[in-house]
């Protein structure tokens, strides 16, 4: 999917991608937010509908295939990424995403979710990161902070939390952002970017838990409180923040710090974003601005180029085949590596 086929005159509204099932998930649970808005997404672009596939594994937000009126595979814990990597090339034409949560995609299924983004499969991720386990009712998960008391920690967790976009960064993926489920239109920009990026994309959306873990995200992205600690990222421009846009981030050696707008005497002192930056250093330095210390930053955190798995794959294959001919399988299969076991009774 490209910037191409955004459309002008759309042929899709979100009612076409609205699936028949009954939407189950909690009254007031943010995943409600997050179908409506990549259902608005999708309509925007010309797309066949019949190309988009939507993979997931297990959790609350791995139900989104029944709820896509498009293609889509309910799979197994935590083999989402794997699953849809297979897909993605044997049917390169084809739009993939894969739906996942803070458990499934960095617990059980860490591992896939590292080399699918290593690999830079073009397929889009999206990780619903709500801190705790809501479909299994209320254990902690790997980002639920240190001391989170929950039913499988009653005296508090004693694990240090993953940073999700961290491992995205570590694996060097080349599309990393973050979005809100109390924040529509960033999200749906988001989504949109993501889904026109060539290569694999991984977007982060803190999503509230009503149930399990109500209000986590409120003292970031509150409506009182949000102006003085969340950042929206815009490429190119500084990073300035506050109800009065009167707050900026500047390096300290290798750390952020924050620093009044007006007692700025030079502009080259100002942190800019730069989304483009090959090296994926600047990128981690953003991951870690944190509340209470830091304003949280959401948007594009990196968005670079370069040659995907499935596109390389399916460049060798190609180059195979015009040297060597198609081949038969029982050629690969019957050489002289091969060799056969016989029981005793056997003759030679």
């Known amino acids: 999917m490209t910037a191409e086929n955004l459309q002008t005159h759309l042929p899709y509204a979100k009612e076409d991608f609205v699936s028949g099932q009954d939407v189950r998930w909690c009254p007031g649970c943010g995943d409600y937010a997050i179908l409506s808005v990549m259902q608005r997404t999708l309509a925007q672009f010309t797309t066949p509908r019949e190309n988009h596939v939507f993979i997931s594994g297990i959790g609350c937000a791995s139900r989104f295939p029944y709820y896509m009126n498009t293609y889509g595979f309910h799979t197994i814990h935590g083999r989402a990424p794997a699953i849809a990597t297979g897909l993605k090339c044997a049917r390169p034409e084809l739009t993939v995403w894969v739906v996942t949560g803070d458990g499934d995609g960095l617990s059980i ?62 694996a060097e993926a080349t599309f990393i952002a973050r979005t809100v489920d109390t924040d529509p239109r960033h999200m749906g920009q988001v989504l949109a970017r993501a889904a026109m990026h060539k290569g694999v994309s991984f977007v982060e959306i803190y999503q509230n838990c009503i149930i399990f873990n109500k209000d986590t995200f409120m003292p970031i992205t509150g409506r009182e409180t949000r102006d003085d600690r969340a950042i929206y990222l815009e490429d190119g421009k500084p990073l300035v923040f506050g109800q009065k846009k009167d707050k900026t981030i500047r390096m300290n050696g290798l750390k952020t710090e924050i620093v009044n707008l007006a007692d700025v005497k030079d502009q080259k002192d100002l942190l800019v974003h730069r989304e483009n930056d090959p090296s994926p250093n600047y990128a981690y330095v953003l991951t870690q601005m944190a509340y209470p210390e830091m304003p949280v930053p959401f948007g594009i955190f990196r968005c670079i180029e370069k040659p995907t798995y499935d596109g390389m794959m399916n460049d060798q294959i190609k180059f195979a085949i015009e040297k060597k001919g198609k081949g038969k399988l029982e050629e690969i299969l019957y050489t002289e590596d091969i060799w056969t076991v016989r029981g005793k009774d056997q003759k030679k």
């Open 109 to 170: 299924g860490g591992n896939h979710l590292i080399h699918c983004m290593r690999r830079n499969v073009d397929l889009n991720i999206i990780l619903v990161n709500n801190q705790i386990y809501g479909l299994t009712k209320g254990q902690y998960s790997p980002t639920s902070e240190k001391g989170k008391i929950t039913k499988s920690s009653p005296y508090g967790t004693i694990d240090y939390p993953i940073n999700p976009l961290c491992v995205a960064i570590a």
